[in-house]
């Protein structure tokens, strides 16, 4: 049968002016073939369903490698991404829904020149002021520990202005609101990261909610953009190791893939790094977090998207866009329109976030023992050097340890699993076997990085008997440059029959 020249010049035509139309209106993106191959292709969740090569005239795929390849220049127009069935481009699902966005600052001149645009700050003091609100739950510094987080119960504006500034650590709020309803309070404003705020919505909406029932507390939810949180115990005294003087510190923003620390709220900052090179102390439940803006709040509040000493403010209910607008009509902050430029910003930065459901996976790494690259001394007298270690805080446990024994091998298998939540660096295990006073088959190794909640297993081979039994005692010690020993224990094995 003869094609007709027509039909397949219509069809071309229809599909250019397709593909035109697409392209013109993903330009300005930052999606890409790229991005396709970073977050989707090379984290090994790609569905080989070939969208992307069919859509995009440069793509084609490769049977072989079984993943799409160029064969022309990438225009960087978004083509592919956007029609991949795993990438997240919906506005709805990557920061949820609202009725109304701003940029905001506040017009207050107490909390001009503090973190942002002050907008929450100044939202809390009109509430109070109007007396909308009894109480607010918030996070404050502690004062005996400096920059680690309170949560807090306040009942005025002038420990609302006190309590202004962001702790970028998790904070047990939500303890806090339940405080306030024991003792009565009956109109409270709830200010928390996605994580605290997603807790209080279900408490209150879902069937087995706390407060679902509990219908004399009215709770007015402010949610705050968050990125990552940090654990204090881990980053702190990195700060501190790198010269940060903690009690000086005024105030910590993160701005432009940076993070700030501040000695003076109007001056430059003391000392910056890059997210990157935090990234290891990260609170492992960031890695599965999905929500950037707070996306159950009845008001959102970052400062993604709005400049600088300005804040990003979406209403996501009637009452939230009542609050701001009244609030900005009796002069408590100043408000504008928000426009396709400021949130394009937070739908990358969102777009990012929303791809770490993807990540949820452990790391196993296997140790293979190489006993002449590991030996050592029988008995080791040198004690260990105390100059640089950090305490650990109170009983916290770095390391799960479990075992088993492979008896055709007469071999122990010891699995040892980060529990600490955040990067362990320069690991050293040392594994011996134990009589009475003395030690054997001493084996020694370093894991450069144990990332939280990653296991480690070591085969370690045991001592046979000359009537083929087992009957070694195993001692397991773990330590790091930065903490010392983390984990000491003797396995006392009972005699097994060696098979």
Same mark, same amino acid.
């Given at each position: 049968?003869? &094609?007709?020249?027509?039909?397949?010049?219509?069809?071309?035509?229809?599909y250019d002016y397709s593909?035109?139309?697409?392209?013109?209106?993903?330009?300005?993106?930052?999606?890409?073939?790229?991005?396709?191959?970073?977050?989707? *292709?090379?984290?090994?969740?790609?569905?080989?369903?070939?969208?992307?090569?069919?859509?995009?005239?440069?793509?084609?795929?490769?049977?072989?490698?079984?993943?799409?390849?160029?064969?022309?220049?990438?225009?960087?127009?978004?083509?592919?991404?956007?029609?991949?069935?795993?990438?997240?481009?919906?506005?709805?699902?990557?920061?949820?829904?609202?009725?109304?966005?701003?940029?905001?600052?506040?017009?207050?001149?107490?909390?001009?020149?503090?973190?942002?645009?002050?907008?929450?700050?100044?939202?809390?003091?009109?509430?109070?002021?109007?007396?909308?609100?009894?109480?607010?739950?918030?996070?404050?510094?502690?004062?005996?520990?400096?920059?680690?987080?309170?949560?807090q119960i306040i009942t005025?504006?002038?420990?609302? *202005?006190?309590? @202004?500034?962001?702790?970028?650590?998790?904070?047990?709020?939500?303890?806090?609101?339940?405080?306030?309803?024991?003792?009565?309070?009956?109109?409270?404003?709830?200010?928390?990261?996605?994580?605290?705020?997603?807790?209080?919505?279900?408490? +209150?909406?879902?069937?087995?909610?706390?407060?679902?029932?509990?219908?004399?507390?009215?709770?007015?939810?402010?949610?705050?953009?968050?990125?990552?949180?940090?654990?204090?115990?881990?980053?702190?005294?990195?700060?501190?190791?790198?010269?940060?003087? $903690?009690?000086?510190?005024?105030?910590?923003?993160?701005?432009?893939?940076?993070?700030?620390?501040?000695?003076?709220?109007?001056?430059?900052?003391?000392?910056?790094?890059?997210?990157?090179?935090?990234?290891?102390?990260?609170?492992?439940?960031?890695?599965?977090?999905?929500? $950037?803006?707070?996306?159950?709040?009845?008001?959102?509040?970052?400062?993604?998207?709005?400049?600088?000493?300005?804040?990003?403010?979406?209403?996501?209910?009637?009452?939230?866009?009542?609050?701001?607008?009244?609030?900005?009509?009796?002069?408590?902050?100043?408000?504008?329109?928000?426009?396709?430029?400021?949130?394009?910003?937070?739908?990358?930065?969102?777009?990012?976030?929303?791809?770490?459901?993807?990540?949820?996976?452990?790391?196993?790494?296997?140790?293979?023992?190489?006993?002449?690259?590991?030996?050592?001394?029988?008995?080791?007298?040198?004690?260990?050097?105390?100059?640089?270690?950090?305490k650990p805080l109170g009983?916290?446990?770095?390391?799960?340890?479990?075992?088993?024994?492979?008896?055709?091998? @007469?071999?122990?298998?010891?699995?040892? +699993?980060?529990?600490?939540?955040?990067?362990?660096?320069?690991?050293?295990?040392?594994?011996?076997?134990?009589? &009475?006073?003395?030690?054997?088959?001493?084996?020694?190794?370093?894991?450069?990085?144990?990332?939280?909640? &990653? +296991? *480690?297993?070591?085969?370690?081979?045991?001592?046979?008997?000359?009537?083929?039994?087992?009957?070694?005692?195993?001692?397991?010690?773990?330590?790091?440059?930065?903490?010392?020993?983390?984990?000491?224990?003797?396995?006392? $094995?009972?005699?097994?029959?060696?098979?």
């Open positions: 049968m003869t &094609e007709n020249p027509a039909e397949a010049k219509s069809e071309s035509s229809q593909f035109d139309y697409i392209q013109k209106k993903l330009e300005g993106k930052k999606d890409s073939f790229g991005m396709l191959m970073k977050e989707i *292709i090379r984290a090994g969740i790609c569905t080989e369903c070939g969208t992307c090569a069919a859509v995009c005239p440069v793509l084609e795929w490769d049977h072989l490698a079984g993943q799409p390849k160029l064969i022309g220049k990438c225009t960087g127009c978004g083509i592919c991404y956007n029609q991949c069935p795993r990438t997240i481009t919906d506005p709805i699902q990557l920061m949820g829904e609202f009725k109304t966005g701003y940029v905001s600052n506040t017009n207050i001149p107490e909390v001009i020149g503090a973190q942002d645009g002050g907008t929450v700050t100044s939202l809390l003091s009109y509430l109070f002021d109007e007396h909308l609100i009894d109480a607010a739950i918030v996070s404050m510094k502690d004062p005996k520990n400096p920059w680690h987080p309170v949560a005025n504006k002038d420990d609302a *202005i006190k309590a @202004a500034g962001s702790i970028y650590s998790h904070s047990q709020t939500v303890e806090a609101l339940m405080d306030a309803i024991r003792e009565g309070y009956r109109s409270i404003a709830f200010v928390g990261t996605p994580c605290n705020i997603d807790a209080v919505d279900k408490m +209150t909406s879902s069937p087995a909610g706390m407060l679902k029932y509990f219908m004399r507390a009215h709770i007015l939810k402010i949610g705050l953009f968050c990125m990552d949180s940090f654990s204090p115990e881990a980053i702190y005294p990195f700060f501190e190791q790198d010269g940060i003087d $903690l009690t000086k510190v005024v105030k910590m923003d993160i701005n432009k893939g940076k993070f700030h620390i501040y000695y003076d709220y109007d001056g430059e900052p003391v000392k910056s790094y890059t997210i990157k090179e935090l990234d290891k102390f990260k609170s492992s439940s960031c890695n599965f977090c999905t929500d $950037l803006t707070a996306e159950n709040a009845d008001i959102s509040i970052g400062s993604v998207g709005s400049g600088p000493k300005k804040n990003t403010a979406f209403a996501r209910t009637g009452i939230g866009a009542e609050i701001i607008e009244d609030a900005a009509k009796k002069g408590y902050i100043k408000i504008e329109p928000y426009n396709a430029i400021n949130l394009n910003a937070v739908l990358f930065l969102a777009k990012l976030k929303k791809v770490s459901q993807y990540n949820i996976q452990k790391r196993k790494v296997f140790i293979v023992q190489d006993s002449k690259e590991h030996e050592e001394p029988k008995v080791e007298t040198k004690p260990e050097a105390e100059e640089g270690i950090v009983s916290r446990k770095f390391l799960s340890v479990s075992k088993s024994i492979k008896e055709e091998d @007469a071999v122990l298998n010891i699995s040892l +699993t980060n529990s600490v939540g955040y990067l362990l660096e320069d690991l050293k295990i040392r594994i011996v076997i134990v009589e &009475e006073l003395f030690e054997k088959k001493p084996w020694i190794t370093t894991i450069r990085e144990l990332f939280p909640y &990653e +296991t *480690i297993e070591i085969g370690y081979p045991l001592e046979t008997g000359t009537d083929g039994i087992v009957y070694s005692n195993v001692l397991v010690e773990a330590s790091t440059k930065k903490y010392g020993k983390i984990f000491s224990r003797t396995f006392k $094995l009972a005699p097994q029959e060696e098979k």
